[in-house]
C-alpha cells in the first residue's frame, strides 16, 4: 500500500473512532429501545448497531457533507424494521424484555415512537423513512402512545384459588 493510502485510511479510521466513541453509546439506547431489551442484556441492540455502524464506516469517504448520525440511525432503522417485519422468526425478531413498558409495543409502534420522541425526528422524515404516509405515522404514534399511557393490565386472579366457593 502507497504511504498516502495507509495514512489517509488512518485518518479515515480516526475520524470514525472519534464519531463511534461520540455516537456509540446514544446509537446503543436508541437500538436497545427498538428491541424492547434490557440494558444490560441487549445482544440483538448490539447486533443491529454493530451493522448500522459497518455500514456507515463503508460508505464513510462517500457521506460528502452528510451527518453520519443521520445516516447510522437510518440504516439502524430500516434494518430493524427489516428484521422485525418482513422476516419473522430471522435474528432481529423482535423478543422484548418482559419488564420493559415498550414490550407492550408491537415493533412498528416502538420504531416510530423512538424515532419521533427519543430521536427527534420529525413525522415526514420518520414517514419518509418508513415508507409510510405521514398521516399513518401520526395515527401508529398516537396509538402507541395512548398504550404506553394506559396501565397494564393485571393478570387475572387464578381459578380455584386459596377462597373457598359456597356450594
Not at 439506547?29 to 464506516?57: C, F, I, M, Q, V
Not at 439502524?76 to 419473522?88: D, E, K, N, P, S
Not at 404514534?141 to 393485571?154: F, N, Q, S
Request: hydrophobic share 40%; proline share 9%.
Amino acid at each position: 500500500m502507497r504511504p498516502r493510502h495507509a495514512s489517509r485510511d488512518l485518518h479515515r479510521a480516526r475520524e470514525f473512532e472519534a464519531y463511534v466513541a461520540g455516537a456509540g453509546g446514544r446509537l446503543l439506547h436508541t437500538a436497545t429501545l427498538l428491541t424492547a431489551e434490557a440494558p444490560g442484556d441487549n445482544p440483538r441492540a448490539r447486533r443491529l448497531l454493530t451493522l448500522a455502524l459497518a455500514h456507515t464506516y463503508a460508505s464513510w469517504d462517500r457521506l460528502r457533507g452528510e451527518d453520519p448520525y443521520d445516516v447510522t440511525r437510518q440504516h439502524l432503522a430500516t434494518r430493524f424494521a427489516r428484521g422485525a417485519w418482513h422476516r419473522h422468526g430471522g435474528p432481529l425478531r423482535s423478543r422484548p424484555h418482559p419488564e420493559s413498558p415498550l414490550a407492550r409495543l408491537t415493533p412498528q409502534e416502538r420504531l416510530v415512537l423512538v424515532l419521533r420522541f427519543h430521536e427527534g425526528v420529525a413525522e415526514e422524515q420518520t414517514a419518509a423513512l418508513l415508507g409510510l404516509p405521514a398521516d399513518r405515522v401520526r395515527t401508529i404514534c398516537h396509538r402507541a402512545t395512548a398504550i404506553l399511557l394506559r396501565p397494564p393490565r393485571k393478570p387475572a386472579p387464578a381459578a380455584g384459588g386459596d377462597k373457598a366457593v359456597p356450594s
